[in-house]
């Protein structure tokens, strides 16, 4: 059946897919972490400023040497603020990419699993109807031996094992159909005077020949 070609093909699709997308999740969860520690960052600076900004305003802070030292702490601060700031931006645009990468990883990875439930389906019903057909060939094979002799069924069931299924060969054409070699005119000779209930075999490829009218005696 095609689909079980498709289904391993498929399946190591999905699984480097699927590692992809776990590399890509451990991306986006590294980031989110770096991403709330930048922002934390910049919350304790911005606090830190306001907490100063409003020392100054109310007037808490009157020594002229605090006052200055305030100053160019502020000045320090606002500094770290767009640095920092600049640093949200850059880890929010990283986590964007690596969520984007995500995405993608994770919907190959839902597509072939939709894929593959549609391959395995058809699978499975190929699958019953040939069970089906086996079933109906068994039976008919059973019908067919009915009233063989024994040793006959048997070298069959040993030829079949031996010949890939196939321990029987029509002689068509002066041809064996299982090995597909032309048998010389003296064998053809012998076979043709041969009783029409004994059992002839191919010279070459050991099988039982089924004489019949298009067999070329």
Do not use: W
């Amino acid at each position: 059946m095609p689909e079980l070609a498709e289904i391993v093909a498929l399946q190591t699709t999905r699984k480097s897919s699927d590692d992809q997308a776990r590399d890509a999740q451990i991306a986006v969860d590294d980031l989110a972490v770096e991403q709330q520690k930048v922002d934390s960052d910049v919350e304790t600076v911005k606090a830190r400023r306001e907490r100063d900004r409003s020392r100054m305003d109310q007037g808490l802070v009157t020594n002229p040497k605090d006052l200055e030292r305030m100053t160019h702490e502020l000045e320090s601060l606002e500094r770290r603020i767009t640095s920092l700031e600049d640093d949200e931006l850059e880890v929010m645009a990283r986590l964007e990419e690596a969520q984007r990468t995500l995405d993608e990883f994770s919907g190959k990875v839902r597509e072939a699993d939709e894929k593959l439930a549609e391959l395995m389906l058809a699978r499975d019903q190929k699958t019953a109807e040939i069970d089906l057909q086996l079933a109906k060939v068994e039976a008919d094979r059973g019908l067919a031996a009915e009233g063989l002799p024994d040793d006959l069924v048997a070298l069959y069931d040993r030829l079949r094992t031996q010949k890939g299924g196939v321990g029987a060969a029509e002689l068509r054409q002066r041809r064996c159909s299982g090995c597909q070699l032309s048998i010389d005119n003296a064998e053809l000779a012998v076979i043709k005077a041969s009783p029409s209930d004994l059992v002839i075999r191919c010279e070459e490829c050991s099988r039982i020949l089924v004489r019949t009218a298009e067999s070329g005696l």
